[in-house]
């Protein structure tokens, strides 16, 4: 098994170094590479991650699912793991994804905890350990073996917002289910902070259900989302 992490970043100055950093270290002889793919950051995030020792590619899109498509293409394991540039997997990470793919899953995530003592994101934490679509989301990571990921033609890049759980549904519909590993990433807050807890779970609440029912399209989604966070 060769690993392909893939980080989309715009204006990651804050997290990038640190995270390109702590997956290198961790990754071990499985790692193959560590590809940041920027979607026009205006800050220090393509020095800060090259000089951590990741390969750098610039993507003429500002869309995540648009930027892991371009990394996943540029990339050459034949694992791809897409990773947050706010959240840090377990140390473990490679460990845990072998020994998923040994019990025979192609794709996964992990659980999550974020880097706050508020007991009401530790209760939102503790539902990601749960396998149901609205426990899932990007900054659980998602491991996928390059040829499943090819099978479903990567993510669809009409989705500028909810990518990770369009192409999760996309999967379960060919049959293919996701394993929670129980190791715990762990998450930035920062939403949470610039924000308040119950303006984050509103947006989240009405958007995801208004995705779940196909009642808006996602460049209307992304607005709405833009509309109720800062």
């Not at 990470?93 to 025979?104: D, L, M, N, S, T």
């Amino acid at each position: 098994m060769a690993i392909s992490i893939i980080i989309p970043t715009l204006n990651e100055a804050e997290n990038i170094g640190k995270t390109v950093a702590y997956l290198l270290k961790n990754g071990g002889d499985t790692l193959r590479e560590v590809l940041v793919v920027d979607g026009g950051s205006t800050d220090d995030t393509v020095r800060l991650a090259a000089e951590a020792g990741a390969v750098v590619l610039a993507c003429p899109v500002k869309s995540r699912a648009a930027q892991m498509n371009l990394g996943a293409e540029r990339s050459s394991g034949d694992l791809l793991y897409f990773v947050h540039a706010d959240a840090l997997p377990p140390d473990n990470f490679v460990q845990q994804i072998e020994k998923a793919r040994a019990g025979g899953w192609k794709m996964g995530n992990f659980r999550y905890r974020f880097d706050s003592p508020s007991w009401l994101l530790r209760f939102n934490a503790s539902f990601t350990r749960l396998p149901y679509m609205f426990c899932q989301g990007g900054d659980k990571t998602l491991f996928v073996e390059r040829s499943l990921f090819e099978e479903l033609n990567g993510y669809n890049p009409e989705f500028v917002i909810m990518e990770e759980y369009d192409f999760l549904r996309r999967a379960a519909k060919a049959g293919y289910k996701w394993v929670v590993m129980p190791g715990e990433c762990l998450v930035s807050a920062r939403k949470y902070k610039k924000n308040s807890w119950l303006r984050v779970q509103i947006a989240n609440i009405l958007v995801f259900n208004m995705w779940s029912f196909g009642l808006a399209r996602p460049p209307a989604l992304k607005r709405l989302y833009g509309k109720l966070l800062a």
